[in-house]
Structures are given as C-alpha cells and as structure tokens.
C-alpha cells in the first residue's frame, strides 16, 4: 500500500527458487546469509549455519546450545518486520 492509499499488484508465475526453477545449493546458501545478516551478526549466523548444515548429525532436534545466542536488541525488529 502506497502513501496515498493505492495498491499495486503483480504476480509471478514461476519464481526463482520454485520446482521448475531450483536455486542451487550456493544460492541458497547465500539468501541465508543474507537474510542472517538482518538479524544476527556474524558469529551467530555461523552458528546458526554450522548447525543447521549439521542437523543429520545430531541424535537430538535439540540443538539449544549451538543455537542460544542473544537477540541484538537494535536489529530485532527489522527480522520480525515491526516497525519502529
């Protein structure tokens, strides 16, 4: 929605990412990284990286500890979408 109220809309038929289009591995590694980067720094985003690369590994789903890093409080909201 615009400042003056309109919409705008546009549909994409067949995206970037979708069954007839697959992203490979190296791009999705790099949406995740990037989208990681609105959140986390970069320690963390490794973590979060390492551990999700490693799940198979794990006897557990329970991967709180790799996993527990704090919040930075400033860039909170721009992962949740609130605004300011």
């Not at 590694?29 to 390492?50: V, Y």
């Amino acid at each position: 929605m615009f400042g003056d109220g309109h919409a705008q809309r546009c549909r994409i038929d067949d995206v970037f990412g979708g069954a007839t289009r697959p992203a490979s591995a190296a791009e999705v590694k790099a949406k995740f990284r990037a989208n990681a980067a609105l959140c986390l720094d970069a320690t963390a985003a490794a973590s979060l990286e390492e551990a999700l690369e490693t799940l198979d590994q794990h006897a557990s789903a329970r991967l709180a500890a790799p996993l527990a890093v704090p919040a930075p409080a400033p860039r909170a909201a721009a992962c949740s979408g609130a605004k300011a």
